[in-house]
């Protein structure tokens, strides 16, 4: 009974006949939605790659303290400056701290950041999205509009006026970062939602007698959220290049708080010196972790892809 | 391969059918599986006659003529035996090139979904003019007027105005005859239809057989028509084709299919569509074929219809029926012909000899003659 | 009320009020033009001033092609869609205008199938909690009692219950659509819209689907309302048919009546366009072609909307066009509960010969009650908005019962030996 077979007008995913491409006439068998997600995930080198740069990324951030030997801070004038060795794997800075030990945490400072923007966006940007897509007509207006106008703000500079007017710190940089995040999501999930709100099942729902709060979570949101997740994922990525833009203009976090940010930005003297480490180690993780995050986004959306429909 | 061929033709020598396909066999090769989607199925098309082939999803009716024209991609699809000859050659040894030669000018196909040949950016006339210009040589000026001409000839009103439309401009029905047109172009020997009324709505197709019928007597086209529907094939085939799961079950003339059906499959099916025809019967219950055609990745083994069939006894699990010939009409069912008779009495409540008078429904009643 | 007497066993009239009662029906979709400020440029006339009952236990057929109004108007009679005019009555109450608080009791007793197995089941979720949404939605049972009632929902249609954890994809076209029909089943309605349940799907499959409605219809003596384009399946399910062209219902009749006495042109049409499953028959029956394809309903013709088409009024065209040009026909009683609009309709029988029925020998012709005179209508008078509403809106109100053949017919429903 689990063999599934076309129906007579044609499988929707697989089409009608066509010139170029014919259907074998069975259809195969199908696992279950979740195996089948899997599988294909596998399958993807390029977002196994990426999963397994995040799962390395995360673990330090998780086992941080327990990884460094060292602290993070302090000033240890007898190891200043040193290069990578066996004793400090990615060397010291210019107060002897070693450099290892900073990273690892700036990871977790980086996904900290990265995990509650995108959080905070996602609520955001989900409710009003949702809201603009599924009431349409002049609710749809207005909240469409607003959006535009927010989309018009430069990213970088209005973060930096937020954070500034916040007074700094690390609850100034989410907030600030955020406020731009959740745009985009809610434009995504908006289109996700006009595509989804017209379907039968929809409309069988309604017959069904459910509510306009039923639909949308249990009908339209499990449907429509698999781009905007795509996209959160790669946000992510996005977000912490924002920070480490921000820490590195100055706008962000200051010492002791470590940021990859910080670091590249403070060491950068430390390049013509000839100690390019300090700035090499946090580069490469800030590259790699967004690398991860941008790679397991597109093996997301190539997995989850509904080709099974 | 001569030998098959009068085999399977003994009615007429080798070479004189415009099309004659022999135990045409195509495999798709998936990372799931094998899928068996035709095993083992012959027919052959005369010039100016009907070849209906009918079969549910999963029959493999679109894959055998694809395979004819050398649409099926070759990985995945493979084919795994059998010849088609037209006119002299084997269509599926051809090259690429040949085949595509072939298509279009010798042998057209048209579809369920006219957007499918029609390329929506494209103007219609152009379109057509692009495709009688890739086979032939003549002037755009010649080949326009060909287009009108064609245009008309499958009944869209004003063609000199109508031939510089786009697709979307033409209704559903519009757009199955410019496709037919196009399909004409080139004066094709054989003409594939697979499926081109079955979106259409029931007032509009029946205008488009009728053109698919006048145009055949026109022009002396073969038709193959697949379809599922069988009031469609008892208008206008001449030969009938069933086919289960990639396979041939019977073959035949309409009044030898639909009077005296031989195999079991056939009875369900007939049995499927309600009976309007007669009063007595409209109401009576459907024939339920219980079950669902199998996943041609898994053919049942022995006959393909065994598991769903009332009448099966113990060979049919096993034996893989060959094809039985009663003059024309040819079935695959091991069943001996009285059990044949009898069962197609049972289900159907047809006897021997039926013929459309008015006290059929009474023949009918009487029950079975052996 | 004589009418009793003809209508199938199941059906026992509630103080005699049809089930639903559909007046004036209009449904209008504005179209729609301009970039910020959108205007009305014009609208589609989807249903047109549309009037029929439905009664308890029948199956009321809809049949039309493209554009008729048929869907249309069955979503509108399940308040899916908001009407733009005329009445809609539910076991008597009138429910119109009821807003969506008010009308989700109601979806209690009225359900919808749907036409695509693949669309109407919401792809991520599992079989399982699809059939028991309803039960959820209307708060009638969850936890355990929700589970037996999802299992045994499952087992009424035909599938195996151990699978309401599988998802759509699954499953085939037919399991689809058992699913699609034990999740309306959940709730116990009374009236069942089934918009296209089998056109999707493979012959033999349509069978099984079909059989299942029948079975379902008596053991829970369920109401239909069957919605679909294919006369012939229509008619095999129908008590009676409505035929519906350009958004009007352009005549009304049992299914044998339909077939054998059809009196509309359109009718005699479709009819003809039918491809019979008999080659003798298909190939000797009259064929009345239709020029051109079937319009829009954006801007129907003046007058009977088929008159442009209609080989009858263009058979004599001086004499005959300039009434159907302009007037447009009401449903008039043709005999009894067969109605049908139409200034020159079909003579007598055309049917037969047009639809290549064979009459059963021997058996009695199914004379027409003897009841059912008109002049039985002055009790049935309701106050009606038109004049010419009134005669139809009587007529078509005892366009009820088919003839007493059908229900000897109906009590020979068992399977011919089958399994």
Same mark, same amino acid.
Request: glycine share 8%; proline share 12%; charged share 25%.
């Given at each position: 009974m689990t063999t599934p077979t076309e129906t007579q007008s044609g499988h929707p995913d697989i089409g009608?006949?066509?010139?170029?491409v014919p259907i074998p006439d069975g259809l195969l068998e199908v696992a279950s939605l979740r195996g089948e997600f899997w599988r294909r995930l596998r399958r993807n080198k390029l977002a196994v790659a990426g999963m397994i740069i995040l799962a390395v990324i995360v673990f330090a951030a998780i086992f941080a303290n327990f990884i460094?030997?060292?602290?993070?801070?302090?000033?240890?004038p007898s190891e200043?400056?040193?290069?990578?060795?066996?004793?400090?794997w990615f060397g010291t800075d210019v107060l002897g701290r070693d450099i290892f030990v900073r990273t690892v945490h700036g990871a977790r400072f980086s996904l900290v950041v990265g995990v509650s923007v995108v959080s905070v966006s996602l609520l955001i940007g989900l409710t009003i999205g949702g809201l603009a897509g599924f009431f349409g007509g002049k609710v749809d207006t207005l909240l469409s509009r607003l959006i535009d106008i927010w989309l018009g703000f430069p990213y970088l500079v209005g973060a930096l006026i937020i954070v500034t007017a916040l007074g700094g710190g690390k609850f100034a940089l989410v907030a600030a970062l955020a406020t731009f995040g959740w745009v985009t999501i809610a434009r995504l999930f908006r289109g996700s939602v006009i595509a989804i709100r017209d379907s039968e099942y929809v409309e069988a729902a309604r017959a069904l007698g459910a509510g306009n709060g039923r639909i949308l979570i249990r009908h339209i949101l499990p449907n429509a959220i698999t781009p905007t997740l795509v996209y959160a994922f790669a946000l992510v990525g996005t977000t912490i290049i924002a920070e480490a833009a921000l820490s590195f203009l100055g706008y962000g976090v200051r010492d002791p708080e470590t940021s990859w940010g910080l670091m590249i930005a403070r060491n950068q003297g430390q390049i013509l010196a000839g100690h390019s480490h300090m700035v090499l180690f946090p580069s490469l993780a800030l590259t790699l972790t967004v690398l991860g995050f941008i790679l397991l986004g597109d093996g997301l959306r190539d997995s989850l892809d509904p080709r099974l429909r | 391969m001569t030998e098959a061929q009068i085999e399977t033709a003994p009615a007429t020598p080798p070479g004189e059918h415009l099309l004659d396909v022999t135990d045409l066999a195509v495999s798709f090769f998936t990372d799931t599986g094998v899928v068996?989607? +035709?095993?083992g199925v012959s027919f052959s098309l005369d010039a100016g006659r009907t070849l209906a082939i009918v079969g549910e999803s999963g029959s493999g009716k679109t894959v055998s003529t694809q395979a004819m024209m050398g649409l099926i991609p070759k990985p995945p699809g493979r084919i795994m035996g059998g010849t088609a000859y037209f006119r002299g050659r084997d269509l599926l040894t051809l090259s690429k090139d040949e085949m595509r030669r072939i298509r279009g000018s010798e042998i057209a196909m048209i579809f369920q979904e006219p957007l499918t040949a029609l390329n929506? +950016?494209?103007?219609i006339g152009n379109q057509i003019i692009e495709m009688i210009r890739s086979h032939e040589e003549i002037s755009k000026k010649e080949a326009k007027q060909r287009a009108i001409e064609l245009l008309k000839i499958v009944g869209i009103p004003q063609p000199d105005q109508r +031939?510089?439309?786009?697709?979307?401009? =033409?209704?559903g029905g519009m757009r199955q005859r410019a496709m037919i047109a196009m399909a004409l172009a080139l004066n094709p020997a054989i003409l594939i239809a697979d499926e081109?009324?079955?979106?259409?709505?029931v007032t509009v197709q029946a205008q488009i057989l009728e053109l698919l019928k006048g145009l055949q007597e026109e022009f002396g086209m073969g038709l193959i028509m697949i379809t599922h529907d069988l009031g469609v094939v008892a208008q206008i085939a001449d030969e009938i084709l069933v086919m289960y799961a990639g396979r041939m079950v019977e073959r035949g003339d309409p009044e030898d299919i639909f009077y005296?059906?031989?195999?079991p499959y056939a009875w369900g099916l007939l049995g499927?569509?309600?009976? +309007?025809?007669?009063e007595e019967l409209a109401e009576e219950r459907l024939i339920n074929i219980p079950g669902m055609p199998p996943s041609l990745q898994r053919v049942p083994a022995g006959c393909p219809f065994h598991p769903r069939?009332? =009448?099966? =006894?113990?060979p049919c699990d096993t034996e893989r029926p060959e094809l039985l010939r009663r003059g024309d009409h040819e079935d695959a069912c091991l069943l001996d012909q009285v059990a044949k008779q009898a069962g197609r009495a049972e289900l159907l #409540?047809? #006897?021997?000899a039926p013929k459309a008078k008015p006290s059929r429904a009474v023949a009918k009643k009487a029950g079975t003659r052996s | 009320m004589t009418d009793v007497v003809s209508r199938p066993e199941s059906a026992r009239p509630r103080g005699g009020t049809p089930l639903v009662e559909v007046q004036n029906l209009k449904k209008y979709f504005p179209i729609l033009e301009g970039i910020v400020f959108k205007k009305e440029?014009?609208?589609?006339?989807?249903?047109?001033?549309v009037s029929f009952d439905i009664y308890e236990g029948e199956t009321l057929g809809l049949v039309g092609e493209t554009g008729c109004g048929k869907t249309t108007t069955g979503r509108v009679i399940l308040r899916l869609l908001n009407p733009t005019a005329g009445t809609i009555r539910f076991e008597g109450r009138?429910?119109?205008? *009821? &807003?969506p608080r008010e009308l989700r009791p109601l979806r209690r007793k009225m359900q919808i199938i749907f036409q695509d197995p693949f669309a109407s089941? /919401?792809?991520?979720?599992t079989v399982g909690s699809i059939i028991g949404e309803p039960l959820d939605i209307h708060r009638l049972a969850d936890g355990e009692k929700k589970f037996r009632r999802t299992q045994e929902l499952m087992e009424m249609v035909?599938?195996?219950? /151990?699978?309401?954890?599988?998802?759509?994809?699954?499953?085939?076209g037919g399991m689809r659509q058992r699913v699609g029909v034990a999740r309306a089943l959940a709730v116990e309605p009374?009236?069942?819209?089934?918009?296209?349940?089998?056109?999707? *799907?493979d012959v033999s499959i349509q069978a099984q689907i079909l059989n299942l409605l029948d079975d379902l219809q008596k053991e829970l003596g369920l109401t239909y309302l069957f919605i679909a384009h294919d006369l012939s399946v229509v008619r095999h399910v129908s008590d009676r048919v409505a035929v519906m062209y350009l958004g009007k219902i352009v005549e009304i009749a049992s299914g044998r009546d339909l077939y054998? &006495?059809?009196?509309?042109p359109y009718t005699g049409a479709l009819l003809s366009a039918i491809p019979k499953a008999d080659p003798v028959v298909a190939r000797a029956t009259r064929r009345i072609l239709l020029t051109g /394809?079937? $319009?829009? $309903?954006?801007n129907p013709p003046s007058g009977c909307r088929f008159h442009p088409r209609c080989p009858v009024a263009n058979e004599r065209p001086e004499e005959r066009l300039p009434v159907c040009s302009t007037q447009e026909p009401a449903l008039e009683s043709?005999?009894?509960?067969h109605v049908a609009a139409c200034h020159f309709p079909l003579p007598p029988k055309a049917g037969a010969e047009i639809s290549g029925?064979?009459?059963?020998?021997?058996? $009695?012709s199914p004379g027409k009650?003897?009841?059912?005179? $008109?002049?039985?209508?002055p009790g049935k008078t309701r106050a009606r908005s038109g004049g010419g509403a009134t005669a139809t809106r009587a007529a078509g109100k005892r366009a009820a019962k088919p003839a007493g053949k059908t229900t000897a017919s109906r009590a020979r429903k068992t399977p011919p030996g089958a399994r």
């Open positions: 009608g006949p066509s010139a170029e460094s030997r060292f602290p993070t801070d302090g000033f240890n200043v400056r040193e290069g990578p060795s066996l004793k400090h | 068996t989607a +035709v095993d929506p +950016v494209h103007r +031939v510089d439309n786009y697709p979307h401009e =033409f209704s081109p009324t079955t979106a259409l709505d005296r059906p031989q195999h499927s569509i309600p009976r +309007v025809l007669d069939c009332t =009448f099966r =006894f113990e #409540g047809i #006897g021997e | 440029v014009g609208r589609v006339h989807a249903v047109d001033d009138d429910i119109s205008k *009821l &807003d089941l /919401d792809p991520r979720m035909g599938l195996n219950p /151990d699978r309401h954890n599988r998802y759509p994809h699954e499953f085939s009374k009236l069942i819209v089934c918009d296209e349940p089998v056109s999707a *799907l054998i &006495d059809t009196r509309h /394809d079937v $319009p829009s $309903p954006v043709i005999e009894g509960a029925v064979h009459l059963s020998g021997g058996a $009695p009650t003897p009841d059912k005179t $008109p002049g039985k209508t």
